[in-house]
């Protein structure tokens, strides 16, 4: 990082090839469509090179890209906007009025339905149905793990805000997931039941995600 | 629909799902509720399926197409600054056209002051302050008579001087003839 901030060419790109197709994850989540999500990661490496010098280095280099791409993925939402979406539930903190969360599980083992391509559509299709404030809430938190004050500060609005967008945006894939596991296509089901992996949960996930999230890049590349 | 007494509300159960609360009570009501145990592992199943479907979308894009958006982003890399001097250049660069213009605006407002600036001030104008100048004047000789006509009387000139001043006096006394008209 230092010898990127000299203006060491080789050293920043040793940061981009590190942390390219992570930024690309979340822009993907953003904007939804490939060909943006890399005009978006571009941009974001552009300007984090143009401003490097205001990189402190007491935070992780892709704690701050991470920043930067989502402000350029939401500008960019912005200028392509057509229609402005109107999210009347925003400002509604206390859920308990509207329709809840089903107590429903998914499946035995998503890491196995993600290899469903049929999951993987309507994972799309439901993310294309989020608004864009629900969506970018739900990318962060689920991508990156970022607390709800993190949010709040990097979209500007309350906590609370984030609570009601994170909830709004969790029921709203649930209905749209669960939809397709009401009528299962065969190979679906041999895919949830046989995968096994249905132990007893543990509701405190966070601690257990963050191992995992640490292991995803090696699983990755076993995938590769 | 308001959940039965010592059952966590759905906010309580993301915040606990999330690593965003900690309260040993809410653990022990959600672990002792099967409903709100589903709901907490939903909410995890939830993330692990986003998060694993973005990863493998992003993995699913080639190389090529990074290799070439790092050759775009080389293309427009501007060399980070270190020194005092390269600073001060780089923000020259930066703002070189502000510069320009305002040095241009300078020069026009300095040129317009030097053709318009005000002249010797007029002590006669009223509200003028300037002090008045009073020039030396060569100061003129004595006055003195050449030649007198009077006619119809005869004239005597007298010079009387004294050490400030000069003065003459011309004494005129009619003929007889013309004293009898008068």
Redesign the interface.
């Known amino acids: 990082m230092a010898a990127a901030q000299r203006g060491d060419r080789d050293a920043f790109r040793t940061l981009f090839e590190r942390y390219h197709r992570r930024a690309l994850a979340l822009a993907l989540g953003v904007v939804r469509h490939t060909d943006d999500a890399l005009d978006v990661v571009q941009d974001a490496f552009i300007k984090a090179h143009k401003h490097l010098d205001k990189f402190e280095g007491n935070a992780s280099f892709y704690t701050w890209l991470y920043r930067i791409v989502m402000n350029v993925a939401i500008d960019h939402l912005r200028k392509h906007r057509k229609v402005r979406p109107v999210e009347l539930d925003e400002t509604r903190v206390d859920p308990e009025g509207d329709q809840p969360l089903l107590p429903r599980i998914l499946g035995g083992n998503p890491g196995q339905a993600l290899i469903d391509k049929q999951i993987r559509s309507r994972i799309d299709q439901a993310l294309d149905q989020l608004s864009e404030n629900h969506r970018a809430v739900l990318v962060m938190r689920e991508l990156e793990g970022l607390s709800y004050e993190d949010m709040a500060q990097a979209m500007s609005c309350s906590k609370g805000t984030i609570m009601s967008r994170l909830f709004h945006a969790r029921r709203n894939m649930q209905k749209q997931l669960l939809d397709l596991l009401e009528h299962p296509p065969a190979e679906l089901v041999d895919e949830l039941t046989g995968g096994g992996g249905a132990d007893e949960p543990d509701v405190r996930g966070s601690e257990a995600r963050s191992d995992e999230r640490a292991r995803a890049p090696a699983a990755r590349s076993q995938r590769r | 629909?308001?959940?039965p007494m010592n059952r966590p509300?759905?906010?309580e159960?993301?915040?606990?799902?999330?690593?965003?609360s900690?309260d040993p009570d809410l653990?022990s009501q959600?672990?002792g509720d099967?409903?709100?145990?589903?709901?907490?592992?939903?909410?995890?199943?939830?993330?692990?399926?986003?998060?694993?479907?973005?990863?493998?979308?992003?993995?699913a894009?080639h190389d090529a197409?990074?290799a070439a958006?790092?050759r775009?982003?080389?293309g427009?890399?501007?060399?980070?600054?270190?020194g005092l001097w390269s600073r001060i250049s780089a923000w020259f660069d930066r703002y070189r056209s502000h510069i320009i213009t305002g040095a241009v605006s300078a020069g026009a407002v300095a040129a317009l002051a030097l053709v318009l600036r005000p002249g010797v001030p007029d002590p006669g104008q009223p509200g003028s302050t300037s002090t008045i100048i009073v020039r030396p004047v060569a100061l003129r000789a004595n006055p003195e008579i050449d030649a007198l006509d009077t006619p119809g009387a005869s004239s005597t000139v007298i010079n009387l001087d004294d050490d400030d001043s000069h003065a003459a006096v011309i004494w005129v006394t009619p003929d007889d003839s013309n004293a009898e008209e008068l």
Do not use: C, N, Y
């Open positions: 629909m308001t959940p509300s759905d906010l159960i993301m915040e606990l799902a999330d690593g965003e900690d653990v959600i672990e099967p409903e709100s145990r589903a709901k907490a592992r939903l909410i995890q199943q939830m993330g692990e399926l986003v998060r694993g479907h973005l990863e493998l979308s992003a993995d894009v197409k990074f958006m790092w775009r982003i080389d427009q890399l501007v060399p980070p600054v270190s």
